[in-house]
C-alpha cells in the first residue's frame, strides 16, 4: 500500500464484499493519473467517501480537496462559486473572490450532484476542462488552474445525454473513469461491519465503551432495504448510541423505521450478466455472484448452515471453507 498521508483508509472506508473491495483497488490503480472521475451511485453510497479515498491515495494529497453540491447552489450562484467574481461584477459582489477551481489549484474537486447543472453552466465547465483556465465572472483575465476533477452523479448520467439534458461532450470529458458504487442492498455482506464501524465510532464519541447488538437487532439491519444506503444507516447507528441504555443493543433501541418498513424479500437473488466492468476480473466477479448465493442460502435456512448446504447443493464443510474465504463469517442471519 502505498502511503497515504494522513488518511488511513482502514479507520475511515470499510467494506469487504467483492464489489467494494473491486472500488478499493480500482481506487488505488487510478489515484495517481489526473484523469477525470465520474462516481455514479444513489444518496449515501459513499460518492464523497470515495472521492476523498481518490484524492488522498493521489500525489495531490497534500494540496486542498474542495468539495462542491451543485444541487444546493441555485444557477446564479453556481457560476461564482465555480469560477470565482470579480468585483462589480453583479449586485453584492463588494470584492474580488476567487472560485472554487482557484481554491483547489494543486488538489482536487469534487462537483457532486453534477446531474443538476444548468446547461449555460455545462458550456462553461467544459471550457475550463479543455483550457485548464477559468475566468471570473465579470473578469477579462484566463486564471490557469491544475486541479483534478471527480464528479458525482445519482442518476444515470448517460441516460440524461440521450434525453438530451446533459451535454455529450462534457460527458465524454468527465467519465474518463467511471465508477459505480452499488447500493447497500446489492452488497449486504457489509451491513454487519459497517453497523459496528459507527456503533463503535458513536459509543467512543459520548465516552462510552461500544455495546455489543443483539442478534435481532442485527438481522434486522440485514433484513432491511437500507433506501438511504449508507448515510441511514450510520444516522440509526448514531441514534442508537444516543438513546441505548441497556448493557446490549436491543431490538427496542432501534429506530421504528427500521423496524417496521417492508423488508426486503427473501428471494432467490437475481444475478445479472452485465457487461464486464473495467477492473474486476472473472475471480472477482465470481466471488460476488457466490457470496450473494451463500448469502441467500443462510437467510432462508435461518443460519442454518447444513441446511444451507442442502440448498446450495454443496457439502457442509465446503459451505464452512467458502464463508471463510469470501469473508462471510461476520453475516448474522438467524
Ligand atoms: N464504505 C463506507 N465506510 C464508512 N463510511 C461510509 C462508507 N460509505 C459511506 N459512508 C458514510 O456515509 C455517509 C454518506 O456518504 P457520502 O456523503 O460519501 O455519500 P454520497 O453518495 O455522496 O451521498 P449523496 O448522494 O447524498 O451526496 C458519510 O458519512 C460517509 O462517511
Ligand atoms: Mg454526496
New binding site residues.
Given amino acids: 500500500m502505498p502511503d497515504r498521508g494522513t488518511f488511513s483508509i482502514d479507520s475511515v472506508v470499510v467494506g469487504r464484499s467483492p464489489r467494494m473491495r473491486a472500488v478499493f483497488d480500482f481506487v488505488r490503480v487510478i489515484a495517481d493519473s489526473d484523469s477525470s472521475v465520474l462516481i455514479t451511485g444513489e444518496?449515501g453510497t459513499g460518492?464523497?467517501l470515495v472521492a476523498n479515498l481518490i484524492h488522498y491515495s493521489s500525489a495531490r494529497r497534500h494540496r486542498p480537496f474542495v468539495p462542491v453540491?451543485c444541487a444546493i447552489l441555485t444557477e446564479t450562484l453556481i457560476e461564482s462559486e465555480l469560477f470565482g467574481h470579480e468585483r462589480g461584477a453583479f449586485t453584492g459582489a463588494i470584492k474580488d473572490r476567487p472560485g472554487r477551481f482557484e481554491l483547489a489549484e494543486g488538489g482536487t474537486i469534487f462537483l457532486?450532484?453534477i446531474d443538476d447543472i444548468p446547461s449555460s453552466v455545462q458550456v462553461k465547465l467544459l471550457r475550463v476542462l479543455q483550457n485548464r483556465t477559468v475566468e471570473r465572472v465579470g473578469g477579462t483575465r484566463a486564471i490557469p488552474v491544475n486541479v483534478r476533477v471527480i464528479t458525482?452523479s445519482k442518476r444515470n448520467l448517460k441516460q440524461l445525454v440521450a434525453e438530451g439534458k446533459f451535454r455529450e461532450d462534457l460527458y465524454y470529458r468527465l467519465n474518463v473513469v467511471p465508477i459505480v458504487l452499488p447500493p447497500l442492498r446489492e452488497r449486504r455482506e457489509d451491513i454487519p461491519i459497517l453497523t459496528d464501524h459507527f456503533l463503535g465510532r458513536y459509543f467512543r464519541e459520548r465516552g462510552e465503551d461500544p455495546k455489543p447488538s443483539a442478534s435481532a437487532v442485527r438481522q434486522a439491519f440485514l433484513g432491511y432495504a437500507w433506501p438511504g444506503n449508507v448515510r441511514e444507516l450510520e444516522n440509526a447507528c448514531e441514534r442508537i448510541a444516543q438513546t441505548c441504555t441497556c448493557d446490549q443493543v436491543r431490538l427496542g433501541c432501534v429506530p421504528a423505521s427500521v423496524l417496521f418498513h417492508p423488508q426486503l424479500e427473501v428471494a432467490e437473488p437475481v444475478i445479472e450478466m452485465s457487461a464486464p466492468r473495467p477492473a474486476v476480473s472473472l475471480d472477482e466477479r465470481l466471488a460476488e455472484v457466490e457470496s450473494r448465493l451463500i448469502t441467500w442460502a443462510l437467510k432462508v435456512s435461518h443460519g442454518n448452515k447444513s441446511r444451507a448446504a442442502e440448498v446450495l447443493k454443496i457439502k457442509r464443510s465446503t459451505l464452512g471453507d467458502r464463508i471463510k474465504k469470501l469473508g462471510l463469517d461476520h453475516l448474522e442471519v438467524n
Fill in positions: 444518496t460518492k464523497e453540491s457532486d450532484d458525482g
